[in-house]
């Protein structure tokens, strides 16, 4: 069974930067698995932010920034801000329309 | 606009059964994959199930397989879960996402959600 793995929480300052990960509980993330990124706050529904690894969806700003990081996908966030305190989920891609979330972050901006 | 409605949420006991369904606008709904992804009470995010453009190809979560099947009506614009012997493990919001793949040539790799619906509230209990 696939796991994918991210931070369960992380905080930042406002205006800081943070970057938050998704890795796989065997193996290595690669552009292979489309990583794609979702932030969500409570009560609503997921909002798309990254794909395909590196690219933002329609309308999202640009300090938000996707990348693969060692063996992990990446998000990052430049200059956050108080609306960016959400969850954020990553989703890779295993094939044969298989998609695996990982368990989310909540970010915390103070 | 695109658009994804969910319905059909609601309370039902265990060992019952449910369909939700999604009606789509906006876009030509037989040229995309579609998915059901749902969020238990203060849970993450978990994809249950998605269907392929003509509904040749239909993938499930192991957690559901044998107990959920989804379906497509194509002419009518919508996407189905047929769910049963419900368990409280089944409580959540179930969400209706479009998938969107990069195709070309013929050829499609990969994808992500690009669409979400609002969700429906499934809850199984006595």
């Known amino acids: 069974q696939t796991v994918v793995t991210q931070e369960p929480s992380f905080s930042v300052s406002p205006g800081g930067t943070v970057t938050l990960t998704c890795g796989l509980s065997?193996?290595?993330?690669?552009?292979?698995?489309?990583p794609s990124w979702y932030q969500q706050t409570p009560g609503q529904a997921p909002r798309t932010l990254i794909y395909?690894?590196?690219t933002r969806s329609s309308g999202v700003p640009d300090r938000f920034s996707g990348s693969i990081l060692g063996n992990k996908a990446a998000l990052s966030i430049t200059g956050a801000q108080a609306d960016d305190e959400s969850h954020y989920y990553c989703?890779?891609?295993?094939?044969?329309?298989?998609?695996?979330f990982g368990g989310g972050t909540k970010l915390t901006v103070l | 606009e695109v658009q994804l409605v969910e319905s059909g949420g609601g309370l039902v006991q265990p060992g019952g059964s449910l369909r939700l369904s999604c009606a789509a606008s906006g876009f030509t709904f037989s040229t995309y994959w579609m998915n059901w992804v749902r969020q238990a009470p203060g849970k993450g995010l978990e994809w249950v199930a998605n269907?392929?453009?003509?509904?040749?190809?239909?993938y499930y979560v192991d957690s559901v397989q044998g107990r959920f099947t989804v379906s497509r009506d194509n002419a009518k614009n919508s996407l189905h879960l047929q769910m049963s012997s419900l368990t409280a493990d089944d409580t959540a919001v179930y969400y209706c996402?479009?998938?969107?793949?990069?195709?070309?040539?013929?050829?499609?790799?990969?994808?992500?959600?690009?669409?979400w619906g609002q969700g429906t509230l499934v809850t199984v209990s006595s």
């Open positions: 395909n690894t590196n």
């Open positions: 989703v890779l891609y295993l094939g044969r329309g298989i998609s695996v």
């Open positions: 269907m392929n453009e003509d509904g040749g190809q239909k």
């Open positions: 065997s193996g290595s993330v690669s552009t292979n698995y489309y």
């Open positions: 996402a479009r998938w969107k793949r990069d195709c070309t040539n013929g050829v499609c790799y990969g994808g992500y959600f690009d669409y």
